[in-house]
């Protein structure tokens, strides 16, 4: 079944879900437990269908990659032009960094070729092509890295201004002394807190020339760093991780508190879009729990619409007034005092990569299980520079 057989049949799913829903609601308003289990079955099945049309839209993108033609004819390269490349991009540093990390005791060439990045801890930086890797894997397991700013920085701290107030013009009489209206700026600091795993191969997995170690690794990686980046860019207190989206201070505005402490209504819902500023709508996007949008599906506007709606473009997220919807399972669910929808533009967040991940190969940890372990790390920071910029519903505290 193609994707756009798929969306279809996730639409009619859910116009039979809404039907089902309009028909046998009693008196009440509510459902039968035994109506109740029949739309939730409904429901499941439009989770699932969305969930394998993500599903094939990845892997169609990573067909359209694969395609892409490997190289292109040489014309007229000109004169004394060196394409070599140096450092960690040399084919000759990739090729000895992943020898290393399945050597105990690599040849002395090996050693050579690495000494262009050394690390002072032991370990060595990844190559560049495969750190690039690692990082559209972080992207693909961290849904903040697709909607936020990220930077990479060296050494020290990045210091971003940010303008606190604006100025205003004023009218003037003829020949009227103008009025000084300056703009007051203020200062947002990004460091480096340091996130990492562990990695575990077996001794004959690892000399097993057919194991993807690289493959291996980079999903790995990807998968522990990404989950925990994603909590702390939304969770985190900015003491030895970021400062998350959800903090209470220097974390984004509340735009509206709930009546209730665990339902949200339509109305509710239209107040938070319009707590947010006009400019900020533009390329925003609600951010929530998938337990907060399965509440959400049942509600409606005042002419009898529901406000989310399915999507049926190839690539294009479902929407709620026309504005995409994300998930993150690092969203607080509906409960009392939580900060359930995130709803503004997230490319205020900005998240800064210190250049380089390291990687150290531990021989002797789990010599007695049989095992050898890799030890990856990375440092980053990461800060809401505009709290303005996204506005949170909070749900009554009880």
């Known amino acids: 079944m193609t994707i756009l057989e798929l969306r279809e049949k996730r639409n009619k799913t859910w116009e039979a879900a809404k039907s089902f ?171 480096a807190y340091k996130l990492g795993t ?35 860019f939304l969770n985190g207190n900015g003491t030895g991780k970021p400062l998350g989206i959800l903090s209470n201070t220097g974390g984004a505005q509340i735009g509206l508190t709930s009546a209730a402490a665990a339902a949200i209504t339509s109305d509710e819902l239209i107040s938070l879009y319009h707590s947010l500023a006009v400019p900020y709508r533009k390329q925003a ?20 619409q529901y406000l989310w709606q399915p999507s049926l473009v190839l690539g294009a997220p479902d929407t709620i007034f026309g504005v995409p919807v994300k998930v993150s399972r690092y969203m607080p669910e509906l409960g009392a005092g939580n900060k359930t929808i995130a709803f503004g533009d997230f490319s205020y967040y900005w998240i800064a990569d210190r250049e380089g991940i390291s990687f150290l190969r531990l021989d002797e940890l789990f010599r007695t299980t049989g095992q050898i372990g890799f030890r990856g790390s990375k440092r980053v920071d990461g800060k809401l520079i505009l709290p303005e910029a996204i506005k949170v519903l909070k749900q009554k505290a009880s």
């Open 198 to 232: 562990m990695i575990k191969v077996s001794e004959e997995l690892l000399h097993d020339s057919v194991f993807d170690l690289e493959g291996y690794i980079s999903t790995e990686f990807a998968r522990r760093i990404g989950n925990a980046e994603e909590d702390a």
């Open 285 to 304: 996007v609600w951010l929530m729990n998938d337990s907060t949008v399965q509440a959400i599906r049942k509600l409606k506007d005042g002419t009898g």
């Open 21 to 191: 829903l309009d028909t046998h609601r009693n008196e009440k308003g509510i459902l039968s437990a035994e109506d109740d289990a029949t739309y939730s079955k409904m429901e499941k099945d439009i989770e699932d269908l969305g969930k394998e049309i993500a599903r094939l839209e990845r892997q169609a993108a990573l067909d359209a990659e694969m395609a892409k033609p490997v190289g292109e004819p040489i014309k007229n390269a000109p004169a004394g032009t060196n394409s070599e490349k140096t450092g960690r991009a040399q084919d000759e540093y990739k090729k000895n960094f992943w020898n290393a990390m399945r050597t105990k005791a690599p040849e002395r060439s090996v050693i050579n070729a690495l000494q262009v990045d050394a690390d002072t801890e032991g370990g060595y930086l990844v190559p560049d092509e495969y750190e690039r890797t690692l990082i559209d894997g972080l992207k693909e397991n961290n849904i903040l890295r697709e909607l936020a700013h990220v930077i990479t920085t060296g050494g020290g701290d990045r210091k971003i201004p940010v303008v606190a107030s604006h100025g205003s013009a004023s009218w003037l009489d003829e020949e009227g002394a103008y009025t000084e209206s300056d703009d007051s700026f203020g200062q947002v600091t990004l460091g």
